[in-house]
């Protein structure tokens, strides 16, 4: 914010930053420590020793399950994976162009009226927990199909003994992946699935709390998400890296472009300004990928940046960087990582709808008008 304008409005805060907009006990980001808690569990052990579905029914029931009440969340989620046929039949009809975070917003937006609690009011909280599990447990079928169909392939019918990560990678390429790509991707999901007052997340509380339902919140969240500045970095970061191809090209791309002002795709975060604690983690784990698949260089050029980053801006690297050549390393298509962070998203985005329609009031925030008064109307034939 320039000054004059600081000085001007001393209670605005552009962008809402440092803003308190509600309460909530689903996450808890801790920007000192760089830590990061899903209802008090820090998210590290869950990704480490648990797994997405964990996660999923920890952010939406409150509490960590025991086994057995796990073993009957997976076979619900299961019995609930598959998507009606008509919703392949709409996205068949797409451009093959369509950027398949159109995709999945588009499919979350026609599968609303197939819910079965479809017409239960939007505060029925029992009824808005069954539509999230179903919400969260199609979006891998989605994703995954929806890629498969914009290839020009028939979807394939998922597997009940898969997990959604193990969906997900089962569709999108058509054969059974291995243990450690499965183990991979269920880690980052984990650390994707929540992250208190982001802007899509917010969109889609503000959504809901106009009494909308729980589809129309997510497919505002989508449609928020897909942005460069929110989870599209991930995918900016992909080319990024690329663009910069080898580690020896590495120094000099990035001092170009600190010396032009350049903003660096997956570096900085609003809540972050020490650093993003899941991106420790999956830079760890996108190293081992590489250290695996013979091809450390995407680690060696993500060194670089990221050192002279901290040292010449103060910027650290957040998630979407590593998980950006995680991805690679695992042969997913660039343009799927932004929809993978719905697949993960979606239990953050439906635990946040419940909350917000548990205990709502609509939120409108106002805005200082800046702009002319008391004008006078002038007839039209007499304007200049
Ligand atoms: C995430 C992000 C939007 C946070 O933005 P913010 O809290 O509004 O912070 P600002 O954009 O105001 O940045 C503050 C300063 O750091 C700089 N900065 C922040 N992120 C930067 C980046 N990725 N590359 C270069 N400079 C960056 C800004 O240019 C600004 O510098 P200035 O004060 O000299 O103008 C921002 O860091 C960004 O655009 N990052 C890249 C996109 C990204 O990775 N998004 C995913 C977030 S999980």
């Not at 569709?171 to 007052?197: I, N, R, W």
């Not at 809901?208 to 998400?225: E, F, H, P, Q, W």
């Not at 998630?319 to 695992?330: H, R, W």
């Not at 953050?348 to 419940?354: K, L, R």
Request: proline share 5%.
């Amino acid at each position: 914010m320039s000054d004059s304008v600081a000085d001007k409005y001393p209670n605005y805060s552009p962008g809402l930053e440092g803003v308190i907009a509600g309460i909530s006990s689903i996450s808890d980001i801790d920007s000192d420590r760089s830590s990061l808690q899903y209802r008090g569990y820090d998210v590290h052990d869950l990704a480490e020793k648990g797994s997405y579905e964990e996660c999923a029914y920890l952010l939406l029931y409150g509490k960590l399950p025991t086994q057995a009440e796990l073993t009957g969340f997976k076979s619900v989620l299961a019995s609930e994976r598959e998507v009606p046929d008509y919703i392949y039949d709409i996205l068949s009809a797409m451009p093959k162009t369509t950027h398949p975070m159109d995709l999945v917003r588009t499919a979350y937006s026609a599968l609303a009226p197939s819910d079965p609690d479809y017409t239960k009011p939007s505060t029925d909280h029992d009824a808005n927990v069954r539509k999230a599990v179903r919400i969260v447990a199609k979006a891998s079928t989605i994703v995954g199909n929806g890629h498969r169909i914009r290839q020009g392939l028939a979807p394939l019918k998922p597997k009940a003994e898969h997990g959604i990560a193990e969906n997900f990678l089962y569709l999108f390429s058509g054969e059974e992946p291995k243990a450690k790509t499965v183990q991979v991707m269920d880690a980052s999901l984990c650390l994707y699935a929540e992250h208190g007052f982001n802007a899509s997340t917010f969109a889609n509380r503000v959504t809901v709390a106009t009494l909308s339902d729980l589809y129309s919140g997510v497919v505002t969240g989508i449609g928020t998400l897909r942005g460069p500045l929110h989870g599209g970095a991930n995918e900016e970061a992909m080319h990024m890296i690329l663009e910069i191809g080898e580690p020896s090209k590495a120094q000099a791309w990035i001092d170009d472009a600190i010396a032009n002002k350049k903003k660096i795709m997956g570096f900085g975060h609003r809540e972050y300004k020490k650093g993003d604690s899941r991106a420790f983690y999956m830079s760890k784990v996108a190293k081992e990928l590489g250290v695996e698949a013979g091809n450390t260089k995407y680690g060696e050029i993500a060194d670089i940046l990221e050192k002279t980053m901290a040292e010449r801006k103060g910027i650290f690297p957040n998630v979407d960087f590593p998980s950006a050549y995680a991805y690679y390393l695992l042969g997913i298509p660039i343009d799927l990582y932004t929809p993978l962070f719905v697949v993960a998203r979606l239990a953050g985005y439906t635990a946040h709808a419940i909350e917000q329609l548990d205990n709502n009031r609509l939120i409108r925030p106002k805005a200082i008008y800046d702009g002319p008064t008391n004008l006078t109307y002038v007839a039209i034939e007499d304007r200049q």
